[in-house]
Nanobody, 122 residues
Framework: QVRLVESGGGLVQAGGSLRLSCAAS?????????????MSWYRQAPGKQRELVAQ???????NYADSVKGRFTISRDNAKNTVYLQMNSLKPEDTAVYYC???????????WGQGTQVTVSS
């Protein structure tokens, strides 16, 4: 069972930056049909549904929510089995618990991390 561990959350003032990390317990984007083929960051604010923030695939394609385009960047370090989310120009509305997600194998099984809190003060 793949395990994901997020880190890097915290309290930051509006306009500031944070970098979130998601470390996987096995190789990411190995090319195996049974392995991790996409990783994503989601977030959930109080009283709101969980929403996709950014995704990166084995082909290095990236996808972003409109609300974070131009401010957030998702990247990966295969050697460290880690995916990052660089968040710049943070706004109070970015406040949420951020979750890492991995899509695995042909059945697209989803595995979630435990989440990390990001709080942006105005």
């Amino acid at each position: 069972q793949v395990r994901l561990v997020e880190s890097g959350g915290g309290l930051v003032q509006a306009g500031g930056s944070l970098r979130l990390s998601c470390a996987a317990s096995e190789r990411i984007f190995s090319g195996s049909i049974f392995g991790i083929n996409a990783m994503s960051w989601y977030r959930q604010a109080p009283g709101k549904q969980r929403e996709l923030v950014a995704q990166i695939t084995s082909g290095d394609d990236t996808n972003y929510a409109d609300s974070v385009k131009g401010r957030f960047t998702i990247s990966r370090d295969n050697a460290k089995n880690t995916v990052y989310l660089q968040m710049n120009s943070l706004k109070p509305e970015d406040t949420a618990v951020y979750y890492c997600n991995a899509r695995i194998g042909l059945r697209a099984t989803l595995v979630w991390g435990q989440g990390t809190q990001v709080t942006v003060s105005s």
